[in-house]
């Protein structure tokens, strides 16, 4: 029985993830996988509340998202991977904490209020609204101390201690407080310079994009629209790609930023240099898929193995959920 306090943390099947989440969360998910007891789980019902007539690809991404993390270092003899679709006790506990979450609660949710903008929702499905209560059961069915995530999630989080909160007082103290754990970086600009790095916005850079991808997307990245030569004086607060150096190549980015400033190094040359850095972090997670995509079957297998070990979990703080509320009957 292992003592360590866990982590729990997850993304959507909704495609391939990019460096907004290498630098928001699986960083963090990386650094402390030895420390905590790691949880990782692919969220695919609730790529479902936005994506529920595109069911088709939804295996397929399982699987990519599963492949993204172990690429990024998050190793599989360590971290416990998991589906949530396949964790029932996920879905009857959102039911239960349902009954003492109010509908506008989760309607001046800031979150909630901005997806459903960016999805185009003019009037919003009872799963979507409800998502995050799902998160909270996400969270609570392996009694995790610390989830990792970008700041979208914060308000996410707030209701997730809130309902623990609650149901704690309501019937037993069964649940532990969890805690966001927010990086450094927890919200990457995207390639457009505009919204967020996103998956549903293809304005990211991925992290299984070869080199040639990686390079193609960095020049055309946006950069200070009034420098036209390379001996213009530039602004770099204005500039996509330093704030890229400054999270990811953040020794070099003073002495960019200011050769920038007094027209001394040219948007190519900077771009290059922001490459090279990219390269370091993105070449040993190409080997790593690599090695892990060599034998047919592996990440289905540790999928399988993973979703096993945690639905035994939910089961046992089902039992507790349960008795707790008196709904234990024979
Ligand atoms: P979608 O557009 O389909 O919602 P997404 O790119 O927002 O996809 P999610 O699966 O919703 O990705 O998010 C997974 C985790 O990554 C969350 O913790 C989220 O806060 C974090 N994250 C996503 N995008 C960024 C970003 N640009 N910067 C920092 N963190 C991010
Ligand atoms: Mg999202």
Known sequence: ????????????????????????????RVRLQDEYDTFVFVADVQALT??????????ADVR???LDNIAAGLDPEKTTYFIQSMIPEIAELTAFYSMFVTVNTLRHNPT???ESQQYGYADLSYGFLG??????????????????VGEDQLPHMELTRKIVRRFNDLYKPVLPEPQALLSDCPRLVGLDGKA??????GNGIYLSDPSAVVAEKVNAALTDPARVRA???????????????????????????????NGSIGCVACKKRLCASLEDLLAPMRERRAHFTAKPGQIDEILQSGTAKARLIAQETMREIRDAMQISYF
Do not use: W
Request: glycine letters at 6%.
């Open 112 to 114: 909630i209020k901005a």
């Open 64 to 66: 990519q998202v599963a």
């Open 231 to 261: 001996s213009d004086k530039g602004t770099p607060s204005v500039c996509t790609v330093n704030t890229y150096h400054s999270v990811f190549n953040a020794t070099e980015q003073p002495d960019l930023a200011e050769r920038c400033k």
């Open 196 to 201: 967020k790095m996103g998956k549903s916005l």
């Open 1 to 28: 029985m292992t003592t360590r306090k866990r982590i729990l943390t997850g993304d959507r099947p909704t495609g391939k993830l990019h460096l907004g989440h290498y630098v928001g969360s699986l960083q963090n």
């Open 131 to 148: 998502y995050p209560i799902s998160q909270t059961a996400d969270i609570t069915f392996c009694k995790a101390d610390l989830v990792p």
């Open 50 to 59: 936005t994506h529920f007539e595109r069911t088709d690809r939804l295996a």
